[in-house]
């Protein structure tokens, strides 16, 4: 392992600035596109560790260049940066400071655990190659991978493989998973206004009752995954929304649905859209409702190359042993736009345990209570290392 288990010894007796740096961006969230202190903060730290560094690349991204050796492999490493629109009430001391904006997701501990891999790569670690550290703007919805990618990311940064990890309530602390293949499911979203004729809740034949049609298109969709997707393949149809209506006596001319659409498999997904859009025109029309559906396509379905994640799987079993690593690991139904840049370089998106049930750790993302647990950048980082110093290895190159 080269000098991973030095530079280990090293991260940890100077893991309380990363905690600090970690809780100090924790305090002050940002949204995507928003991140100016947080990019600043993590562009004059890179610069200060001797890395090349490239900012407002799409919007608020930084990249820190990092060459050594003449060899002709290149890596890249992305943290996440923002924050979201959510009021913080875990109680910490470190709380947000921001009313309504909190790091609810752990972007904060991803961003520092990057960092704390940035300095001790760049201070001590033997590697022959070119490693790209990518902090990104915008991944909680707004497609901040994207952005950077047409900023011209990976023609500016080439990798020939990326790497990325999420920190993940419910699994053990500093416990590694991976999972080869599909592993997080696309996110696509549709609007659904119903439009039909309005009238007094006593004669409702003189009308085109749109909370009934509405009503009936809810149950209705629970059959999409039930009895035309195959039981083997993932896929939810969620609806989160539904308004109509003020009064009692009042039927509305207009409804509206508001829906999440995943699938673990890129034909489910386009299966889901199909078969959605047929159910409810079909189903509205039945009611003598008209249908207006407005589809937005999210984040992409989330696929681990092989090589790479073997890869990872491995620097982690060497670093940390069996007990800590599950290299079978379950996909989730969440997404991640990092699939996108998946989409674009082969390379491995992998979860690290934020705490087990029952403990402070197990409070779920997006959640007021969340919290990054601070025990895990010393693994997090370490990690890296191992990843940088297994991936750019002299004489392989």
Not at 16 to 28: M, S
Not at 134 to 145: S, V
Not at 332 to 342: G, I, R
Request: net charge negative; glycine share 12%; with cysteine.
């Amino acid at each position: 392992m080269m000098q991973t288990a030095y530079l280990g010894e090293a991260l940890t007796e100077r893991i309380g600035e990363f905690v600090r740096l970690r809780r100090d961006i924790h305090a002050h969230p940002e949204l995507g596109f928003e991140e100016h202190r947080t990019a600043a903060l993590v562009a004059g730290k890179l610069a200060d560790w001797g890395y090349e560094v490239f900012t407002g690349i799409g919007g608020t991204g930084v990249v820190g260049r990092l060459v050594r050796g003449s060899g002709r492999k290149r890596l890249g490493l992305r943290a996440d940066m923002d924050a979201l629109p959510i009021q913080e009430d875990s109680g910490r001391a470190w709380a947000s400071r921001s009313p309504g904006l909190m790091h609810g997701c752990g972007h904060d501990g991803h961003t520092a655990t990057l960092l704390a891999a940035a300095r001790l790569i760049a201070e001590d670690a033997q590697f022959d190659g070119t490693l790209h550290l990518i902090f990104q703007p915008a991944e909680e919805g707004g497609g901040g991978a994207l952005r950077m990618m047409a900023d011209g990311l990976f023609e500016r940064f080439p990798c020939d493989a990326v790497f990325a990890l999420h920190n993940m309530p419910g699994l053990e602390t500093g416990h590694f998973f991976f999972r080869q293949g599909p592993s997080m499911t696309s996110s696509d979203y549709a609007t659904i206004t119903l439009h039909g004729v309005g009238g007094h809740g006593a004669m409702p034949h003189t009308t085109a009752d749109t909370v009934v049609a509405a009503a009936s298109i809810v149950t209705a969709l629970q059959t999409v995954v039930s009895r035309n997707v195959d039981p083997l393949h993932t896929a939810v149809v969620t609806v989160g929304a539904l308004h109509a209506g003020q009064a009692n006596n009042v039927i509305p001319a207009q409804a509206k649905l508001e829906m999440s659409v995943r699938a673990l498999d890129p034909q489910v997904r386009v299966l889901l859209r199909e078969r959605i859009c047929e159910l409810v025109e079909l189903q509205a029309a039945s009611l003598k409702v008209r249908a207006e559906i407005d589809w937005r396509e999210g984040y992409a379905v989330l696929v681990n190359a092989s090589g790479p994640t073997r890869l990872a799987a491995q620097v982690a079993l060497e670093l940390f042993g069996p007990e800590r690593v599950h290299t079978e690991a379950k996909p989730l139904t969440a997404s991640e736009d990092f699939a996108f840049m998946l989409e674009k370089v082969p390379g491995c998106y992998f979860l690290v345990g934020n705490g087990g049930p029952g403990s402070a750790g197990a409070c779920m993302v997006h959640n007021p209570g969340y919290d990054f647990n601070d025990e895990i950048i010393e693994p997090g980082a370490r990690m890296w290392l191992g990843l940088v110093e297994n991936f750019l290895v002299a004489g392989e190159n």
